[in-house]
C-alpha cells in the first residue's frame, strides 16, 4: 500500500511540474524565472517654438501609442466580478471599438502569434485610454507613454522649424539645431510590480521626475511668413518658375521677419519628402547673384570716393583698355553713361568697367566685408558659403565679371544681410532667427543681443547708393513693376544666367532677383524674392518676375507693420 502511494504521489508531482513548465513555455519559452523589479525611463515634454509676438508653432502634447501582444491577450482570464470570462474576440471588439480600428483587421492581428507588440494605434483619448487598461475589459494590449510633435500651421515655416520623426529624433531645421534645449532631460522611476505587472508604489526605490524642454521664441512673425510664402507660391505658379525663396528682415536689427523657400514639405512626412523639397534655399543653396551685386561694386566705390553717381563711363564694350567686358545685350546707349544711371539701367559695361578701376583687391575685401565668402552665422543647420575666391586667383575675365555678379555664387541670406548693411547706414548686423530660450521654469537661458557684425561702408556712402537705387523702381528704372504707391523704394534687379559650371551657362535658364528695402530714406524692412527657372520662360527678368512678388508682399508688410507713407501725397493721389 505505501508503496502505491509514493507511485501515487511521484506522478502527481511530474504532472504538476509537467503542468508548469508548459504553461511557462506558452507564455514565453525564453523566460525561465519572474521578474517582479522594473525600471522605466520617464520621457521629457519636448519644449515648444513661439513666433515674435508668442504664438505657438510647435509643440509636444502627450500620447497613448498601443501595441497589441496575442500571446499575452490568451493567457490571462479577463472578466468582471459575476460574469463569465470573456472570449478574444469579445476583447479584441472592445480594442476595435476603443481605439476606432477595423475589428476583422484586429482580429487577424490577435490570431498572429509569432507577431509580438504589433502597433496599433497612437490616442491622446483618455477615455480610450481607461477602456484599454481596464483589466477586467482588455488583456494582451501593451501601453507606452509618448508624444506626439504638432506643427499648428502644416507646412508653413517647414524649412525653419524643421521635423523630430516618430522615436522623438531630430531630423532638420531649428529642431535639429537646438535639439539640446527642446528635447529636456528624461526621468526615471526603479521599484517592483505585482504578478499582475501593477506597480507597488511603497516599493519604488528610485523616482527621479523628467526635465521639460525649453521653448524657444523666434524673430518671426507668423502672419508676415503666412504673407510671404502665399505670395511666394503664387509668383511661381504665375511666371512658371520651379522654385523660388523670400527673405523678410528688420533693416535696423537683422532680424529675420519670414523666410521662404518653395518648393516645401509637411514636417510630419520629412522622411517621405523629396531632397528637393527638405533644401532650405534662403541657406542651404548657391547661386550667381547676377545685377544685383552691382550696388555692392558701386558704394564700395562711392566708399572710398573712388568714383561719385555723377562720374561717367564709356558705354563701348569692345574698349582696348578693358578685358573681355560683358556686354548689355540689345540695349543701345549713350556714348557716355554716369554710375548713377548703370545701376538704374542696369549696364553690364559701365559697372564692369568701374570694376576693373576699382581694382580686384580692393573688390574683394569689400565684398568680405559685406559678408560674401562666409557663414552669416544664421541659427540654422546646412548654411552655404557661397564661392568667392581670393583676388589674387581672379583671372581677367573673373576680374570684370564679380562686379557684375558674375564668377561668385552667394546664399540668398548672404545677399540680403549685405543689403541690409546698406539700409543700415553702413552697419550690417549679424542675422538671426531666435530671439530668446526660455526653459520650463520660465528662466532666460539665452537672450538675443544685436551684434554688429561689420562696418563695411560709411553712412555717407550707404544713403548715397540708396539714393542711386531709388530711380530702379520707377518708369525709368528695371524694376517699375516693384513700385509701391505712397513709399519710396531702394532696390535692384538681378538676372542670372544658370551657371553649369565648367559647361558654361544653361541657355534660357535664369534665375531672378529683386532685392529692396522700404522706405528708401529710412528703411524698415530689406527683402529678397527670387525664382529660379528650370524652363525656359518669357518673365524671366527679375524686373517683371520676382519685383512683382516684392510689390505685392512689401505692400501687405508695411500694412501690417503700420509704417507711414513716405510720399503720402501718392496716396491721396490714388484717393482722388
Given at each position: 500500500?505505501?508503496?502505491f502511494r509514493l507511485q501515487a504521489a511521484l506522478l502527481v508531482l511530474f504532472a504538476l511540474y509537467s503542468g508548469q513548465r508548459l504553461v511557462r513555455s506558452h507564455i514565453d519559452p525564453d523566460v525561465d524565472d519572474i521578474d517582479y523589479?522594473?525600471?522605466?525611463?520617464?520621457?521629457?515634454?519636448?519644449?515648444?517654438?513661439?513666433?515674435?509676438?508668442?504664438?505657438?508653432?510647435?509643440?509636444?502634447?502627450?500620447?497613448?501609442?498601443?501595441?497589441?501582444?496575442?500571446?499575452?491577450?490568451?493567457?490571462?482570464?479577463?472578466?468582471?466580478?459575476?460574469?463569465?470570462?470573456?472570449?478574444?474576440?469579445?476583447?479584441?471588439?472592445?480594442?476595435?471599438?476603443?481605439?476606432?480600428?477595423?475589428?476583422?483587421?484586429?482580429?487577424?492581428?490577435?490570431?498572429?502569434?509569432?507577431?509580438?507588440?504589433?502597433?496599433?494605434?497612437?490616442?491622446?483619448?483618455?477615455?480610450?485610454?481607461?477602456?484599454?487598461?481596464?483589466?477586467?475589459?482588455?488583456?494582451?494590449?501593451?501601453?507606452?507613454?509618448?508624444?506626439?510633435?504638432?506643427?499648428?500651421?502644416?507646412?508653413?515655416?517647414?524649412?525653419?522649424?524643421?521635423?523630430?520623426?516618430?522615436?522623438?529624433?531630430?531630423?532638420?531645421?531649428?529642431?535639429?539645431?537646438?535639439?539640446?534645449?527642446?528635447?529636456?532631460?528624461?526621468?526615471?522611476?526603479?521599484?517592483?510590480?505585482?504578478?499582475?505587472?501593477?506597480?507597488?508604489?511603497?516599493?519604488?526605490?528610485?523616482?527621479?521626475?523628467?526635465?521639460?524642454?525649453?521653448?524657444?521664441?523666434?524673430?518671426?512673425?507668423?502672419?508676415?511668413?503666412?504673407?510671404?510664402?502665399?505670395?511666394?507660391?503664387?509668383?511661381?505658379?504665375?511666371?512658371?518658375?520651379?522654385?523660388?525663396?523670400?527673405?523678410?528682415?528688420?533693416?535696423?536689427?537683422?532680424?529675420?521677419?519670414?523666410?521662404?523657400?518653395?518648393?516645401?514639405?509637411?514636417?510630419?512626412?520629412?522622411?517621405?519628402?523629396?531632397?528637393?523639397?527638405?533644401?532650405?534655399?534662403?541657406?542651404?543653396?548657391?547661386?550667381?547673384?547676377?545685377?544685383?551685386?552691382?550696388?555692392?561694386?558701386?558704394?564700395?566705390?562711392?566708399?572710398?570716393?573712388?568714383?561719385?553717381?555723377?562720374?561717367?563711363?564709356?558705354?563701348?564694350?569692345?574698349?582696348?583698355?578693358?578685358?573681355?567686358?560683358?556686354?548689355?545685350?540689345?540695349?543701345?546707349?549713350?556714348?557716355?553713361?554716369?554710375?548713377?544711371?548703370?545701376?538704374?539701367?542696369?549696364?553690364?559695361?559701365?559697372?564692369?568697367?568701374?570694376?576693373?578701376?576699382?581694382?580686384?583687391?580692393?573688390?574683394?575685401?569689400?565684398?568680405?566685408?559685406?559678408?560674401?565668402?562666409?557663414?552669416?552665422?544664421?541659427?540654422?543647420?546646412?548654411?552655404?558659403?557661397?564661392?568667392?575666391?581670393?583676388?589674387?586667383?581672379?583671372?581677367?575675365?573673373?576680374?570684370?565679371?564679380?562686379?557684375?555678379?558674375?564668377?561668385?555664387?552667394?546664399?540668398?541670406?548672404?545677399?540680403?544681410?549685405?543689403?541690409?548693411?546698406?539700409?543700415?547706414?553702413?552697419?550690417?548686423?549679424?542675422?538671426?532667427?531666435?530671439?530668446?530660450?526660455?526653459?520650463?521654469?520660465?528662466?532666460?537661458?539665452?537672450?538675443?543681443?544685436?551684434?554688429?557684425?561689420?562696418?563695411?561702408?560709411?553712412?555717407?556712402?550707404?544713403?548715397?547708393?540708396?539714393?542711386?537705387?531709388?530711380?530702379?523702381?520707377?518708369?525709368?528704372?528695371?524694376?517699375?513693376?516693384?513700385?509701391?504707391?505712397?513709399?519710396?523704394?531702394?532696390?535692384?534687379?538681378?538676372?542670372?544666367?544658370?551657371?553649369?559650371?565648367?559647361?558654361?551657362?544653361?541657355?534660357?535658364?535664369?534665375?531672378?532677383?529683386?532685392?529692396?528695402?522700404?522706405?528708401?530714406d529710412d528703411p524698415a524692412i530689406v527683402m529678397l524674392v527670387s525664382l529660379d527657372f528650370d524652363a525656359v520662360r518669357p518673365f524671366h527678368q527679375g524686373g517683371n518676375s520676382s519685383a512683382v512678388i516684392f510689390r505685392r508682399l512689401?505692400?501687405?508688410?508695411?500694412?501690417?507693420?503700420?509704417?507711414?507713407?513716405?510720399?503720402?501725397?501718392e496716396l491721396l493721389d490714388e484717393e482722388v
Amino acid at each position: 500500500m505505501t508503496r502505491f502511494r509514493l507511485q501515487a504521489a511521484l506522478l502527481v508531482l511530474f504532472a504538476l511540474y509537467s503542468g508548469q513548465r508548459l504553461v511557462r513555455s506558452h507564455i514565453d519559452p525564453d523566460v525561465d524565472d519572474i521578474d517582479y523589479a522594473f525600471e522605466r525611463e520617464l520621457k521629457a515634454r519636448r519644449g515648444s517654438i513661439y513666433d515674435a509676438a508668442g504664438y505657438p508653432l510647435v509643440k509636444s502634447v502627450p500620447i497613448w501609442e498601443y501595441r497589441l501582444d496575442p500571446v499575452a491577450l490568451t493567457n490571462r482570464v479577463v472578466r468582471r466580478r459575476g460574469e463569465p470570462p470573456r472570449p478574444p474576440s469579445a476583447i479584441v471588439k472592445t480594442i476595435s471599438n476603443a481605439l476606432g480600428l477595423d475589428f476583422k483587421e484586429t482580429l487577424a492581428k490577435a490570431a498572429n502569434y509569432k507577431n509580438r507588440f504589433q502597433f496599433l494605434a497612437r490616442s491622446s483619448d483618455s477615455d480610450a485610454h481607461r477602456t484599454i487598461a481596464d483589466s477586467r475589459l482588455v488583456s494582451g494590449v501593451a501601453i507606452l507613454d509618448k508624444q506626439e510633435r504638432q506643427y499648428l500651421h502644416g507646412t508653413l515655416m517647414s524649412h525653419v522649424l524643421g521635423s523630430i520623426n516618430s522615436e522623438d529624433e531630430a531630423s532638420s531645421g531649428l529642431e535639429l539645431k537646438y535639439d539640446k534645449f527642446l528635447s529636456g532631460h528624461s526621468g526615471r522611476i526603479q521599484g517592483m510590480k505585482d504578478a499582475h505587472g501593477r506597480e507597488l508604489y511603497d516599493k519604488r526605490k528610485i523616482s527621479i521626475d523628467p526635465i521639460a524642454g525649453a521653448d524657444i521664441h523666434l524673430t518671426l512673425d507668423h502672419n508676415i511668413q503666412y504673407e510671404a510664402e502665399k505670395e511666394l507660391k503664387a509668383g511661381i505658379d504665375e511666371f512658371g518658375a520651379g522654385a523660388g525663396w523670400a527673405i523678410v528682415m528688420d533693416a535696423k536689427t537683422g532680424a529675420v521677419l519670414a523666410m521662404a523657400s518653395y518648393p516645401a514639405f509637411d514636417p510630419l512626412a520629412f522622411g517621405s519628402a523629396s531632397d528637393r523639397a527638405k533644401l532650405n534655399r534662403c541657406v542651404g543653396y548657391t547661386f550667381e547673384p547676377g545685377s544685383v551685386m552691382k550696388v555692392i561694386t558701386a558704394a564700395s566705390a562711392f566708399n572710398e570716393g573712388f568714383v561719385r553717381p555723377g562720374t561717367t563711363y564709356d558705354t563701348r564694350r569692345d574698349d582696348p583698355n578693358y578685358y573681355r567686358l560683358p556686354g548689355d545685350g540689345s540695349h543701345k546707349w549713350e556714348p557716355r553713361m554716369t554710375v548713377a544711371d548703370a545701376i538704374v539701367h542696369s549696364s553690364n559695361i559701365v559697372i564692369g568697367k568701374l570694376g576693373c578701376d576699382f581694382g580686384q583687391e580692393r573688390l574683394y575685401n569689400y565684398m568680405r566685408a559685406f559678408g560674401f565668402g562666409a557663414k552669416t552665422g544664421i541659427e540654422l543647420p546646412g548654411e552655404e558659403v557661397g564661392i568667392l575666391h581670393h583676388w589674387k586667383n581672379w583671372d581677367k575675365a573673373t576680374w570684370s565679371r564679380a562686379p557684375i555678379g558674375q564668377a561668385v555664387t552667394v546664399t540668398p541670406i548672404q545677399l540680403v544681410s549685405a543689403y541690409q548693411a546698406i539700409a543700415n547706414d553702413g552697419v550690417r548686423m549679424r542675422p538671426h532667427l531666435v530671439e530668446k530660450i526660455v526653459s520650463s521654469k520660465g528662466e532666460i537661458i539665452y537672450q538675443y543681443r544685436p551684434e554688429v557684425v561689420s562696418r563695411p561702408i560709411s553712412a555717407t556712402a550707404a544713403r548715397a547708393i540708396r539714393q542711386v537705387m531709388k530711380p530702379v523702381a520707377s518708369k525709368a528704372g528695371t524694376a517699375r513693376r516693384a513700385a509701391i504707391r505712397g513709399y519710396s523704394v531702394a532696390g535692384k534687379t538681378g538676372t542670372a544666367q544658370k551657371s553649369m559650371g565648367r559647361r558654361g551657362y544653361a541657355p534660357g535658364l535664369y534665375c531672378a532677383s529683386f532685392c529692396g528695402m522700404v522706405p528708401a530714406d529710412d528703411p524698415a524692412i530689406v527683402m529678397l524674392v527670387s525664382l529660379d527657372f528650370d524652363a525656359v520662360r518669357p518673365f524671366h527678368q527679375g524686373g517683371n518676375s520676382s519685383a512683382v512678388i516684392f510689390r505685392r508682399l512689401a505692400t501687405e508688410i508695411l500694412k501690417y507693420l503700420m509704417v507711414p507713407a513716405d510720399r503720402p501725397d501718392e496716396l491721396l493721389d490714388e484717393e482722388v
